[in-house]
């Protein structure tokens, strides 16, 4: 059964330091989400990505963070310059149709 | 007032019980809902979706929405200790950018 993989699976780096997450969707899949989850707390939405564009963001997203699909294939996270408060788990979910989200298994982050 | 409220628990039930887990929300916009189940550490899994009002059933799964009281509820049946896991609603508009909005989870204990 396909299934969506994130790397790496554990980030550590240090404050101000640029972190770059990896998610391979499943094959044919059009949505892209990232979403994140501070340890103990809810899963939180960070943005979605249809027809290689942003389609809504939330207000965590500010210009700290950017996605693309660099190469069609993968859908990556950047976040620049990381403060202590971005340590959590980051989720990739990935969807054919908007109605259906399939998480990946996440890349913890830890900020020192 | 949340968008979404969980109670977090823990409930504890018996192997075999009806489990009934339950979730609130505020935003009348809200069409699409979903339940998806969270072992520890691990990225959430879509257990059912349901657009609009109705029920819906998957198996030992039972998903219910009641747009008018906005109250959304996941039964599950004859329930087993590889059921124990944190229970997650989430849910979105029809329109816009894709944005889920997730409950804080229910952390389900089935005992043997």
């Known amino acids: 059964e396909p299934e969506v993989t994130q790397t790496p699976s554990h980030q550590v780096t240090q404050m101000g330091q640029e972190v770059i997450l990896r998610c391979v969707p499943i094959s044919n899949h059009l949505y892209f989400y990232w979403y994140r989850q501070i340890l103990g707390q809810k899963v939180e939405f960070l943005v979605s990505?249809?027809?290689?564009?942003?389609?809504?963001k939330s207000e965590i997203f500010d210009d700290q963070f950017s996605v693309e699909r660099p190469d069609g294939s993968n859908f990556t996270l950047k976040i620049r310059s990381t403060k202590l408060e971005d340590s959590a788990m980051y989720f990739c979910a990935t969807g054919l149709a908007a109605d259906t989200q399939y998480f990946g298994p996440g890349t913890r982050l830890t900020v020192l | 007032q949340k968008e979404v409220e969980q109670d977090p628990g823990p409930l504890s039930v018996p192997e075999g019980a009806i489990v009934s887990l339950n979730c609130t929300y505020s935003n009348s916009a809200f069409q699409y809902f979903m339940w998806y189940r969270q072992y520890s550490r691990k990225g959430p899994e879509l257990l059912m979706y349901t657009y609009s009002s109705g029920n819906k059933e998957d198996g030992r799964f039972t998903a219910q929405v009641d747009k008018s009281s906005k109250y959304i509820s996941l039964f599950i049946r004859d329930s087993q200790p590889s059921d124990s896991a944190t229970y997650l609603c989430a849910m979105r508009r029809n329109t816009g950018g894709f944005k889920t909005i997730f409950g804080a989870g229910t952390r389900l204990f089935v005992k043997a």
């Open positions: 990505f249809y027809n290689n564009e942003i389609s809504e």
